[in-house]
């Protein structure tokens, strides 16, 4: 199962970024975790706060480098939870490493004895801590701001309905109306570079149309409908799919049109098409 779109979309990897900056720089600046209030011995405390916040923003380096690498990848692969979470406890083991390196090489300027396992225990709790609790929240957080734009979309009559002779609106990139077609009618959908090809019937014969769009946005768009993801580079309405066949490239999907060629289904994808197959059936 994957996680969902939302959370890395460009403004929440901000938000995310932003709170656990200002979070880490409170929590490092009241608790003083890390042994941090050795750092610093015979400074003020404005001092201590400037000196601190230049090594928590330098540890958040680690996040903003590894949501950045997350972002990209995300735009070509999918995120299941398992690959979220050892995602996480990268990042927690990577700023853990930094924070243990910084403490000690402060301990041993200062002649001080250092117990090595100690100091990196005390940093892993408290990095899971400053990043952990940031990410719990915007996880409720961004949740909650997207069951409230659905919500208002429904309202307004944006959002497709489940209806199996509702016609299906189709715009370009820019908002352009281009193709409007019977839900029913509509086979599969396949990614093209920077298009999409529709494929489609009608008159009892097969037709494709090439639209400017991302795979990604007809996702969005058709979400609540029985078209659903298979695989990175195919979406398929699931009450046209007749059969689902395993064969040595793996899991297949027949399309009840004749000469239609077998869609194929991704390993992630697997459990979706399955509850999705059974569910349209």
């Known amino acids: 199962m994957n996680i969902p779109k939302y959370i890395n979309e460009k403004r929440n990897i901000i938000k995310l970024v932003a709170l656990t900056a200002v979070f880490a720089l409170v929590f490092i600046n009241i608790y003083k975790p890390f042994g941090s209030k050795n750092w610093y011995p015979n400074v003020s405390e404005f001092m201590y706060l400037v000196y601190t916040s230049l090594i928590i923003l330098t540890g958040v380096l680690v996040v903003i480098i590894s949501r950045l690498i997350m ?4 735009r070509k692969h999918e995120i299941s939870y398992i690959n979220y979470v050892v995602w996480v406890l990268t990042e927690i083991l990577s700023m853990s490493l930094f924070y243990t390196i910084y403490s000690i090489s402060v301990k041993l300027k200062g002649g001080a004895s ?3 396992m100690a100091v990196f225990k005390n940093a892993t709790i408290n990095t899971a801590l400053v990043l952990l609790l940031p990410y719990a929240s915007l996880w409720f957080y961004f949740g909650w701001q997207e069951s409230t734009k659905r919500l208002q979309k429904i309202e307004s009559g944006d959002e497709p309905e489940l209806n199996p ?3 299906i609106t189709f ?8 193709l409007s077609i019977l839900l029913e009618d ?6 093209a570079d920077n298009y999409v090809v529709i494929h489609y019937v009608t008159n ?5 149309y090439l639209l400017r769009n991302s795979l ?3 996702e969005s768009l058709l979400r609540r409908t029985p078209v659903a993801r298979c695989h990175r580079s195919f979406l398929v309405n699931f009450n046209r799919v007749k059969v689902i066949r395993r064969s040595k490239e793996g899991l297949m999907l027949e399309i009840d049109v004749a000469d239609s060629p077998d869609i194929p289904v ?3 994808f697997q459990g979706v098409v399955s509850s999705k197959f059974l569910c349209e059936s």
């Open 71 to 74: 972002y990209f990848y995300s």
């Open 114 to 116: 250092v117990d090595v």
């Open 165 to 167: 002779l509702k016609s």
């Open 171 to 178: 715009k370009d990139e820019k908002g352009a109306l281009m």
């Open 186 to 191: 509509l086979l599969y959908i396949e990614s």
């Open 204 to 208: 009892g014969k097969s037709k494709t």
């Open 216 to 218: 990604k946005n007809l």
């Open 266 to 268: 991704s390993k992630s």
